[in-house]
Nanobody
Framework: EVQLVESGGGLVQAGGSLRLSCAASGFSFGDYAIDWFRQAPGKEREGVSCISISDGFTDYSKSVQGRFTISADNVKNTVYLQMNSLKPEDTAVYYC??????????????WGQGTLVTVSS
C-alpha cells in the first residue's frame, strides 16, 4: 500500500523556520516525483514545490522561491521541505503527494493526511 505521512508542522513566529517531512512507503521511492501542496482556510490548494527523486530536479512556486528548499533522502525514503523566513501568509495545511511518474508536472496519485503550519505575526 502506498503511504505518505507528513510531520513537522507547528506554530512559529514570522521570520522563523520549520522543516516538514514526508515519509513514503509502498513504492519505489527513487522512481517518482513528489510534491508539496498547501491549502489555507478559505483558499484553493496551491502547489508549493516538487522534486524528481531520480535526477534531483526541483521546482518552486513564486510565493516560496528563495525561502523554501525541497530535498530527498533516498535511504530514509523521505522528502523534506525546509521553510525559512516564514510569513503569516504561509499558514496552511501542508500536504505531500506522489506523482504518477518520474518528472514533476504529472498526475498526482496519492496524498498524505497533511500537517498544519501556523505562522504568527
Amino acid at each position: 500500500e502506498v503511504q505518505l505521512v507528513e510531520s513537522g508542522g507547528g506554530l512559529v513566529q514570522a521570520g522563523g523556520s520549520l522543516r516538514l517531512s514526508c515519509a513514503a512507503s509502498g513504492f519505489s521511492f527513487g522512481d517518482y516525483a513528489i510534491d508539496w501542496f498547501r491549502q489555507a482556510p478559505g483558499k484553493e490548494r496551491e502547489g508549493v514545490s516538487c522534486i524528481s527523486i531520480s535526477d534531483g530536479f526541483t521546482d518552486y512556486s513564486k510565493s516560496v522561491q528563495g525561502r523554501f528548499t525541497i530535498s530527498a533522502d533516498n535511504v530514509k525514503n523521505t522528502v523534506y521541505l525546509q521553510m525559512n523566513s516564514l510569513k503569516p501568509e504561509d499558514t496552511a495545511v501542508y500536504y505531500c503527494a506522489v506523482e504518477s511518474g518520474s518528472y514533476c508536472g504529472g498526475k498526482l496519485e496519492v496524498w498524505g493526511q497533511g500537517t498544519l503550519v501556523t505562522v504568527s505575526s
